[in-house]
C-alpha cells in the first residue's frame, strides 16, 4: 500500500475511541519493528522521526525505507515528522513523501508562532498533507530538545481553541501532565484539562510523552479525545538493554545478532503498545 494520510487514520480512530499508536523510529530495525508489529496485528500505524534522526539517518533513506516496507505490507502506514523547527525541513519531508508534519513553534512568542504554523499549514494542505501543532509546553527531554519543569506548561484551553482557531491546524499536541522521556516517579495527567479542551476544539488530540505513562491512564486519556498516542523512549530502552546483553559476550560482533534482538524487543512493546491503543484488526476499515 502507499502510504496513507495520517488524518484520514486518526480521525476514524478517534470516532471510535481508538488511538493510532505514532512510534518514533531511528534506523532500518527500528522501522522493521513497527511495520511487523503493525502487520502482524493489522493495525495501522504511524511512524515518525525528529529533527535528529534526520540528521542521523538522513531523510531520502528513511523515507525510501518506510514507502519500501509500506509497500510489502498491505496495512495503513502514514509516514509523520515530529516536533520539526524548520519550515524548509518540513518542505524537504514533504518532498520526500510525508504524510503529515509537526510544526513546532514552542519557542517563539503567540504571534511568531502562529505566524510559522499558519505558512505551514498553508503549504502542507496545499498538497494534502496534515499539520500538526502544539499549545502549551511538554517538559521533558526528545533530541536537543530539552524542556525543564519551569518552562513546561499545561496547555490552557481557552488558548487551545483560539491557537486551532488561528492556525487552521488539523490535529493538537496538548500538554496535560506527560512529558517526553521517563518519569521518576508515576505522571499525574489532568484529565479534567483533556476534557475542557477537547469540548471546546473540534480536531483530535495528541498524546505526547506515552512512554511510562500507566496503561490505565492511556486509555483513560484515548477515551477522551486523545486520537494519537506518541511512543519514543519506551522503545529506546529495551533496544539498549538487549543490546548491551548480546555484547556482554566479548566474542560476539554481528550486528545481525544483536540488531535482530533489538528489533525482537522492539517490535514486542510496539504489539504491546498497538493494542493499548485499540486497533487490532483496524486496518480492516480503511
Ligand atoms: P516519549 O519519549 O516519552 O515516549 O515521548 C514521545 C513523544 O511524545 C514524541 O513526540
Redesign the pocket.
Known amino acids: 500500500m502507499a502510504l496513507v494520510s495520517s488524518l484520514e487514520l486518526i480521525n476514524k480512530a478517534r470516532e471510535q475511541k481508538k488511538a493510532i499508536a505514532a512510534f ?1 523510529i531511528h534506523n532500518l530495525e527500528t522501522i522493521q519493528a513497527v511495520v511487523e508489529g503493525a502487520y502482524e496485528l493489522n493495525s495501522p500505524v504511524i511512524i ?1 522521526t ?1 529533527p535528529g534522526t534526520l540528521k542521523h539517518a538522513g531523510i531520502e533513506s528513511v523515507a525510501a525505507i518506510v514507502k519500501a516496507l509500506a509497500g510489502m505490507y498491505d496495512i495503513p502506514i502514514a509516514l509523520h515528522m ?2 520539526c523547527p524548520s519550515f524548509d525541513t518540513i518542505v524537504r519531508c514533504i518532498k520526500n513523501g510525508y504524510t503529515s508534519v509537526m510544526i513546532d513553534g514552542a519557542v517563539l512568542d503567540y504571534d511568531e508562532n502562529v505566524k510559522l504554523v499558519k505558512s505551514v499549514v498553508k503549504m502542507a494542505h496545499a498538497v494534502g498533507v496534515q499539520v500538526e501543532g502544539e499549545i502549551g509546553r ?1 517538559g ?1 527531554v ?1 533530541d536537543d530538545m530539552f524542556v525543564n519543569d519551569t518552562d513546561a506548561a499545561f496547555t490552557v484551553p481557552a488558548e487551545a481553541k483560539k491557537f486551532v482557531d488561528d492556525t487552521g491546524i488539523d490535529t493538537l499536541a496538548v500538554a496535560i501532565g ?5 518519569y521518576k516517579g508515576e505522571p499525574k495527567l489532568d484529565f479534567d484539562r483533556i476534557k475542557e479542551i477537547d469540548s471546546l476544539i473540534n480536531i483530535p488530540l495528541v498524546l ?5 505513562v500507566p496503561d490505565e491512564s492511556v486509555r483513560k486519556s484515548i477515551a477522551l479525545g486523545m486520537a494519537k498516542v ?5 522503545l529506546k530502552n529495551p533496544m539498549a538493554v538487549v543490546i548491551r546483553e548480546v555484547l556482554s559476550n566479548p566474542d560476539e560482533n554481528d550486528p545481525r545478532n544483536y540488531m535482530g534482538a533489538a528489533k525482537k524487543a522492539v517490535k514486542e512493546v510496539v504489539m504491546n503498545k498497538i493494542r493499548l491503543c485499540g486497533t487490532v484488526d483496524f486496518a480492516d476499515e480503511f
Request: glycine letters at 18%; proline letters at 0%; aromatic letters at 0%.
Open positions: 518514533n515518525q525528529t515530529d516536533h511538554i521533558g526528545e506527560t512529558a517526553h522521556g521517563m505526547h510523552g506515552a512512554s511510562g506518541n511512543i519514543a523512549t519506551e
